[in-house]
């Protein structure tokens, strides 16, 4: 089911760099983090409950793939993993490297900014992510 006027049923939300039939991973343009991914369940619903066991798993294993792939591509001090959807109640999981210099080390990237200056991760993030998930979820 999608629901016009939400940002992850009337297109991607970002850029893809991964997807099957039930969850895609997103790099959205966050210009203060360039590494932040969002894994988003294909179909509106609002909480993991929405999902059956099955989904609940899938949805549950491409996000450790991401934090996995992050983790080993950009070697961030502390991963976060957030799902909220207050704004967006489409189900997504922010996955979020963080660096001790990064705008708001060590508050959440939602707190009070302590730096101006984005963290730096490498150029080719984007494909390299997308080729990790490419063989760790085929």
């Known amino acids: 089911m999608k629901v016009s006027g939400c940002v992850f049923c ?7 760099v991964w997807r099957d039939a039930g969850v895609r991973v997103i790099a959205p343009d966050e210009s203060d983090y360039p590494g932040l991914l969002r894994v988003v369940w ?8 929405d999902l059956g066991q099955r989904e609940r798993e899938r949805v549950m ?12 591509i950009l070697s ?8 909220f959807g ?3 109640p489409h189900l997504h999981w922010h996955v979020i490297p963080r660096f001790r210099d990064d705008p708001h080390f060590p508050n959440a990237i939602w707190g009070a900014r302590l730096r ?8 080719d993030f984007r494909a390299a992510i997308s080729a ?3 063989t760790v979820l085929a």
Not at 42 to 49: L, N
Not at 61 to 72: C, G, I, L, M
Not at 76 to 83: F, V
């Open 76 to 83: 961030p001090h502390k991963m976060n993993l957030a799902s």
């Open 10 to 16: 009337d297109g991607d939300g970002g850029h893809v």
């Open 116 to 123: 101006d200056q984005p963290a730096a991760i490498a150029p």
């Open 86 to 88: 207050n704004v967006v």
């Open 132 to 134: 990790r998930l490419a």
């Open 42 to 49: 294909s179909d509106h619903v609002a909480e993991m409950t």
């Open 61 to 72: 294993r491409v996000v450790f793939a991401v934090e996995d792939a992050a983790r080993q």
